[in-house]
């Protein structure tokens, strides 16, 4: 069966042994009371699908007077029989905007709406062979309500040749360089980065897959009327073993940007959610999506990423990573305890 990418030339085609199949959170007394109540530090079972299928769509929106909830909620993903999760990210961070912040935004695999983009969607294909579990734990002290939708395809069975979704969070807060920490002056063009090892982590997956993209979220920590741009570090993609690396030219450039961005902007594969405020202040938000170029690895793939040229710049940085890839993966780095992924307040 051949999913494909153009779903408007895939919707003529009549799929025989298909069955659309939806779990929800509507009220099953036939009441208007349509979401979830899940109390501090519990955990809700959202769905435990047995038997193969792929997941469509998920559609979520949550409720809670935490104004950290969307770091304090975490969505956790197992397919088949894996014992560790496959998705494990904080529920805003998983829907493509960091910060803790909701916005109006649309690209191909998320699309955040009305009312204040608090209307989240996902549209990456999530296959499964056996069975598809998702949880989502409360961390906050408050109760939280949740609405959702996972539409799914049942299948009888599903080809071998497909992968797995999997999407990890990271964060440095702040990253270790020279301005912030140590107040020295920033070298923009002739300092040298050769070893690449204190470049900031997006990823480190082992096995067979492709990364399909992240989005990188930035608060900028240093304070200055001359420039403040917090870009100009490279991309820097290890492909199995060294075997082959993707070097690029700075940070807007990897997310198809140029010279500095400062405005809202949102396309199917790249967008600036959040540019910040007047000299790139406070909250920054870039998201880049492979879906039309995939970064294939055979072995193993590091994805990295300078902050600010040669890791000169010492700011609060996190981000989502997405791709696919056979199991089993390896372990997610463990996830930062509560309280360090609460989010910076914005002073802009």
């Known amino acids: 069966m051949n999913f494909g990418y153009n779903s408007l030339e895939e919707l003529a085609k ?10 929800s959170s509507y009220d099953k007394t036939g009441a208007n009371m349509d979401n979830v109540p899940i109390k501090s530090y519990e955990s809700y079972q959202i769905c435990d699908i047995q038997g193969a299928g792929l997941i469509k769509h998920i559609w979520m929106t949550l409720a809670c007077p935490d104004p950290d909830y969307l770091r ?11 014992k560790n999760p496959s998705v494990e990210v904080p529920i805003g961070d998983f829907f493509g905007i960091g910060h803790g912040k909701t916005v109006n935004f649309w690209s191909l695999p998320f699309s955040n709406g009305p009312e204040d983009g608090k209307g989240f969607n996902c549209f990456f294909p999530m296959p499964f062979s056996q069975r598809a579990k998702i949880e989502l734990e409360n961390e906050s002290k408050d109760l939280m309500i949740v609405y959702y939708y996972i539409d799914y395809e049942e299948l009888k069975e599903l080809d071998k040749d497909y992968g797995r979704f999997h999407a990890t969070w990271h964060r440095e807060n702040p990253c270790r360089g020279n301005i912030y920490e ?23 997956a082992e096995g067979e897959g492709h990364y399909v993209g992240m989005h990188l979220d930035i608060y900028n920590l240093f304070k ?5 741009w ?13 075997e082959t690396i993707l070097y690029g030219t700075g940070t807007e450039d990897y997310f198809c940007g140029a010279w500095c961005p400062s405005q809202f902007y949102c396309s199917p594969y790249f967008g600036v959610t959040l540019p910040g405020g007047e000299n790139w202040s406070g909250h920054i938000s870039y998201y880049r999506y492979h879906i039309e170029d995939p970064i294939y690895f055979h072995k193993n793939i590091q994805v990295k990423i300078e902050h600010g040229h040669a ?6 940085w ?31």
């Open 224 to 228: 200055t009327k001359k420039l403040n």
């Open 72 to 82: 304090k909620a975490v969505l956790r993903i197992w397919w088949d029989s894996e």
């Open 318 to 348: 996190s981000s989502t990573a997405y791709w696919y890839q056979t199991e089993p993966h390896k372990e997610f780095r463990k996830l930062l305890p509560v309280d360090e992924r609460i989010p910076r307040k914005s002073k802009q």
């Open 311 to 316: 890791n000169q710049r010492s700011d609060d």
């Open 182 to 204: 140590n107040k020295k002056k920033i070298e923009f063009f002739l300092k040298k980065n050769i070893s690449h090892e204190e470049d900031y982590v997006v990823l480190e």
């Open 14 to 23: 009549i799929k025989k042994n298909v069955k659309r199949k939806r779990v």
């Open 230 to 242: 917090p870009g100009e570090g490279d991309d820097y993609i290890i492909i199995d073993d060294g």
